[in-house]
Every structure is written in C-alpha cells, then in structure tokens.
C-alpha cells in the first residue's frame, strides 16, 4: 500500500539549514505531484512547496521562495525539502503529501516531522 516515511527536521538556529526527507512505499513518486505543507503552532496547514510529476517542475509559497528548495530523487523513490536561511517563522510541523492516488483519489501524508527555528 502507499506509505510515506519522514525524517530530518529538528532544532536550529535562525540561518540555519535543514533537510527533511519523505520516502514512498508503495507508489512512484516520479509518476505523481508531490508537496510539502507546514502548520505551525496555532495555525492553519500552508502549502509550501511543489513538484510536478515527469519533468519535475517545481513551485514555492512566496514565503519560503528563494530560501527552500523541492526535490526528488527517482532511485530512492524519495523526496526532499532543503531549507536555508531559516527564520524563527518558519517553526512548523513539516507534512509531505502525494497528489491524489488510486481509485477513488485520494492524497496520503507522511506522519509529520517537527522544524523548530530557535536562538
């Protein structure tokens, strides 16, 4: 069945660097769009960043754009967010999220990985 398995994340410093990890079981996840979405504390959940099935093209959340960075690796079936010049702000539970998949579609999420931006 489709599975997605987060790692990375945890407590850095605001300027620092980060990289949270989403791998598919399952599925490809070169066939499908994939996304990152965010929810920080008290908030509503934010599209953050996008990548296209095939070519790969990617979109950004204004916030985010020029700091993050959206992409897959096809051999390890296996998508990243790398994240610089981060900003206490961007604190979050970071979630990963297929485009729909199957019959009747629907998205599958990763289970969350935690991004705390702190001095």
């Known amino acids: 069945q489709v599975q997605l398995v987060q790692s990375g994340g945890g407590l850095v410093q605001p300027g620092g660097s980060l990289r949270v990890s989403c791998a598919g079981s399952g599925f490809r996840v070169k066939d499908y769009g994939m996304n990152w979405f965010r929810q920080p504390p008290g908030k509503d959940r934010e599209l953050v960043a996008s990548i296209t099935d095939g070519d790969g093209s990617t979109n950004y959340a204004d916030s985010v754009k020029g700091r993050f960075t959206i992409s897959r690796d096809n051999a390890k079936n296996t998508v990243y967010l790398q994240m610089n010049s981060l900003r206490l702000e961007d604190t979050a539970v970071y979630y990963c999220?297929?485009?729909?998949?199957?019959?009747?579609?629907?998205?599958?999420w990763g289970q969350g990985t935690q991004v705390t931006v702190s001095s």
């Open positions: 999220t297929t485009e729909p998949i199957g019959m009747p579609p629907r998205r599958y």
